[in-house]
């Protein structure tokens, strides 16, 4: 069916005079003063380009596996969402407690100081 | 739309897990406020908690419903398949027999570990909580009746037991055994999975009656379906590797050396125990129609685990190392008792695993108690030199051990004996005679180094002046251990009637000894 | 509509992939993530054989894989901190204190 189609032709076209428009406002208005750091792509403080096999601190393994984790666990909450009035109000007492269980997980990494970037 | 919610008596049936959950977080949040010198309550929480959990389980035991029919033997957590109302939990008297070894198993295991910790200046709460939660993950395991259950019962208390066994930080040989454990352990949960997922191909249920009778209709109309065969072949790797079999055994003798003492006293009694439960209800109750065709591979697995086992704890130097060796001969024998019996037309066999996994409990971890007290200030305390001249030292505990020792050897008297005397009489009974006579020639082997650690003991002179010291927990866990292996080997009528109870059986244990006398 | 056969196909590849490279590669983040693309094959599988039966118990289960694996692989990157902490190497042949 090309008639399908006709929504993403659209899309392109719109993608295709928009960014060069909004880029070329960009450059007329704005004020000109270049600098290096500027110029680097924006990552937190980190020098972008660098040797692949150079090493990360440590820290950033204990952020990456609480977030792991933690991101992981909200893979539950999905199909509570979606079937949420079904599940009614023992759906809802069920995820508070499953909630419930990782907060004091939470609570725990928080104490410990696993949080803290020292 | 789900037609029904969970029922009252649903977490009356999984109240000893809840409790064990909340006393879990419980002793995490206590331990947060607790300063360093009190940190024995964390472990005094936890022994509560597990006192609540054996109350919920009698309370299963002895309880009824309103019509009176007994709670035991009932399911849990009902969903229908495909027209089908299935459990996913199944309280029967097997998991109720479980469940107090998981609970004893790891209460010596606490009253063991509150000194060893202190000395190893790793004393955290978080220890007792991982105890707790591994006990969880077991006792989904017994009861789990549903393949979703056992995988989380299964990785719950793997998971726990990966950090008790990494829990000293600092000790590069605790670390390695960590690393080596949690590798093989979750490459041996990635097959078990593999093996989960055909199996609920070939049935479109997770549940094991389901499984069981779509496995009957592929084997009635092929003998050799391969995928069938697959995912028979697949799931049970993943077991024989939980229960450390040959040729999947080479992370025990490496976990058991490095983890902490008293934690490899309870990998050795609970976790395999809790292997085992999950073993027996896959292979007899799920993939029970594939019998004929995984009979000759447990058949090869056993005589190979009895050979590598007790062949290899020949040449150890290191106590626990021998001892891990030991443990997978053991494991050997108890799988001759699947081999003899299919829990229907015998259930001798069956009887004489849960016989054997009650007096393992008493006597390993016994033997691993008096191998943790050998902890002391500067010496780690598990070669085979430094239990030598325990005896000028520590007379009692040189006997005790000694006791364990012939127990687990399997001498008369002892709890040791009747573990072995049921596996034996399950393969005379179904006419396994040579490998009837093979377990005994291995029993032989094996009374050989037990007696090279009883002699070190007895004849050796001590290596290092300093004295052993046992603390007040260490105290109740060898009473405890020392009581059960001889009072199961003087009154054993009691335990087998029970490992018998468990598994329906009507007055087995008088019928048996009638038998021996 | 794919045939239910191609899915497995794929996901048998997947899973035998996972385990060669946990049984060939050296490092031990390499060999974690083998681990992961076993478990990946295991999911691909369940997801497959519930289409194919029409049930959703086989993608419950495929959530519940995914949250052990996240819990297996967080134990294990801790674990794997520690053992670089006492021996500054991730080569699995030179942690070898416990010999057989």
């Not at chain 2, 007792?128 to 009746?145: K, T």
């Not at chain 2, 085992?276 to 004929?292: K, S, T």
């Not at chain 2, 009979?295 to 005589?303: C, D, K, M, T, W």
């Not at chain 2, 002892?414 to 040579?434: C, D, E, N, P, W």
């Amino acid at each position: 069916m090309p008639q399908n189609y006709v929504p993403i032709f659209l899309f392109v076209a719109v993608v295709a005079i928009a960014i060069p428009a909004t880029l070329m406002i960009g450059k007329l208005v704005r004020p000109n003063n270049p600098e290096k750091a500027k110029l680097m792509p924006y990552e937190c403080g980190i020098d972008p380009v660098d040797n692949a096999r150079g090493r990360y601190t440590v820290r950033f393994y204990i952020v990456a596996i609480l977030f792991v984790v933690f991101d992981v666990e909200t893979i539950f909450l999905f199909p509570w969402a979606v079937q949420y009035r079904a599940l009614g109000l023992f759906g809802l007492v069920e995820m508070l407690v499953f909630l419930a269980i990782l907060i004091v997980g939470y609570v725990w990494i928080w104490k410990k100081g696993a949080l803290e970037w020292v | 739309m789900p037609t029904s919610f969970f029922t009252g008596t649903d977490y009356a049936l999984s109240l000893p897990m809840i409790l064990l959950s909340l006393f879990g977080l419980g002793v995490l949040i206590i331990d947060l406020m607790l300063p360093a010198e009190w940190k024995r309550w964390n472990a005094i929480t936890a022994l509560i908690g597990l006192g609540f959990s054996t109350a919920a389980v009698m309370r299963i035991q002895l309880g009824h419903f309103a019509d009176g029919r007994p709670l035991v033997g009932s399911f849990a957590y009902l969903s229908n398949v495909g027209g089908q109302v299935v459990g996913s939990v199944l309280m029967d008297g097997f998991s109720i027999y479980f469940f107090y070894l998981f609970l004893l198993g790891a209460a010596i295991a606490i009253l063991m570990s509150a000194h060893y910790l202190e000395i190893e200046h790793e004393h955290h709460g978080e220890f007792y909580a991982l105890i707790l939660f591994s006990v969880v993950g077991m006792m989904c395991m017994a009861s789990g009746y549903d393949l979703v259950l056992l995988f989380i019962g299964l990785e719950l208390m793997a998971i726990s037991t990966y950090v008790l066994v990494g829990f000293l930080r600092r000790d590069k040989r605790s670390n390695e055994a960590a690393l080596k454990y949690l590798l093989l352990g979750a490459f041996s949960s990635g097959i078990f999975a593999y093996g989960l997922s055909l199996l609920y191909g070939l049935s479109g249920s997770t549940n094991l009656q389901v499984i069981a009778q779509a496995l009957q209709r592929h084997y009635s109309a092929n003998p050799k379906d391969p995928i069938a065969i697959v995912a028979m072949i697949t799931t049970a790797t993943g077991l024989l590797f939980k229960v450390a079999a040959v040729p999947f055994h080479q992370w025990a003798p490496d976990a058991y050396e490095g983890a902490p003492t008293s934690v490899t006293g309870y990998m050795s009694v609970a976790v395999k125990s809790a292997a085992w439960a999950m073993l027996l209800r896959i292979f007899l109750w799920g993939l029970y129609p594939l019998r004929p065709v995984y009979l000759p591979l447990l058949v090869f697995v056993s005589v190979a685990t009895m050979t590598v086992g007790n062949f290899a704890a020949l040449s150890q130097n290191n106590l626990k190392r021998l001892l891990a060796y030991s443990s997978i001969s053991h494991v050997g024998y108890m799988l001759l008792g699947l081999i003899a019996s299919d829990n229907i037309t015998n259930k001798t066999g069956i009887q004489g695993i849960l016989v054997y996994l009650l007096v393992y409990t008493f006597m390993n971890l016994g033997a691993f108690a008096v191998v943790t007290s050998l902890r002391r200030r500067d010496i780690i305390g598990d070669e085979i030199d430094d239990i030598a001249g325990l005896y000028s030292k520590a007379p009692t505990e040189a006997v005790l051990m000694l006791l364990f020792l012939l127990s687990l050897a399997g001498i008369p008297p002892l709890a040791g004996f009747y573990g072995k005397y049921f596996i034996f009489l399950s393969l005379i009974q179904t006419q396994h005679y040579v490998l009837a006579s093979l377990a005994v020639l291995y029993a032989v082997l094996g009374l050989y180094y037990y007696m090279r650690i009883g002699s070190a003991m007895f004849m050796r002179p001590a290596t290092d002046p300093e004295p052993v010291a046992i603390s007040p927990g260490m105290q109740v866990a060898l009473a405890v251990t020392a009581i059960g292996t001889v009072g199961i080997g003087i009154l054993p009528e009691f335990f087998i009637r029970a490992a018998g109870w468990s598994l329906g059986i009507q007055q087995a244990g008088t019928s048996l000894l009638g038998f021996l006398r | 509509m794919v045939p239910l056969s191609y899915y497995l196909v794929l996901s048998a590849v997947l899973f035998a992939c996972g385990v060669a490279g946990f049984l060939m590669k050296r490092n031990i983040i390499t060999i974690f993530m083998c681990i992961e693309l076993m478990l990946n094959g295991v999911n691909l599988a369940f997801v497959a054989f519930a289409a194919h039966w029409h049930r959703l118990s086989g993608q419950v289960f495929v959530f519940f894989v995914m949250v052990v694996a996240a819990a297996e692989a967080a134990v294990g990157l801790a674990i794997i901190i520690s053992v670089f902490r006492t021996r500054e190497t991730l080569n699995v042949d030179r942690v070898n204190l416990l010999k057989l």
